[in-house]
């Protein structure tokens, strides 16, 4: 039963996402004692963003080998969401909010684009292509 649930990319991709979330909120939370919300929020996307991209291209999507294509439609979507992520950061810290909702709310932002940009344009097939192929 486990082995089934694993086997829907759309588990894997929301399990991947979860964690990446950890990894880029622990990242920023670990880092802003040392420098600006802002920049701490930077850290922590990368340190996330580049997490998420290895998981899916390996477990979510289970490629062989990273795609040029989506490698580059990644980096444009992780440019948009970085925008929206640290814009927002950088908006709410001037708010009267505590330092965690701010990320929070930022990421919350930040992950729908994200999730957008991803479904439609990042992991899309392309008409008249063969599918990736995929891990055993």
């Known amino acids: 039963m486990i082995a089934r649930l694993f086997a ?6 929301g399990l ?3 964690a990446g979330l950890g990894v880029d909120l622990g990242t920023a939370w670990l880092l802003r004692p040392f420098m600006p919300l802002p920049l701490a929020a930077l850290c922590g996307f990368g340190v996330g963003a580049a997490f ?9 999507f289970g490629t062989r080998a ?4 989506r490698g580059s439609l990644y980096l444009l979507a ?3 969401t970085l925008g929206t992520r640290v814009g927002t950061v950088a908006l709410l810290d001037r708010t009267a909010l ?4 701010v990320l929070i709310l930022a990421t919350g932002v930040s992950f729908v684009v994200n999730y957008l940009l991803s479904r ?6 392309i008409p008249n292509q063969a599918a990736p192929e995929t891990c055993s």
Not at 8 to 13: E, G, I, K, N, W
């Open 52 to 60: 998420n991209y290895l998981l899916h291209e390996r477990w979510t």
């Open 98 to 101: 505590p330092d965690l909702p």
């Open 78 to 80: 992780l440019l948009a």
């Open 66 to 69: 990273a795609s040029a294509r």
């Open 120 to 125: 439609f344009l990042v992991f899309r097939p």
């Open 16 to 18: 991947v996402a979860v």
């Open 8 to 13: 829907s990319s759309l588990v894997r991709f």
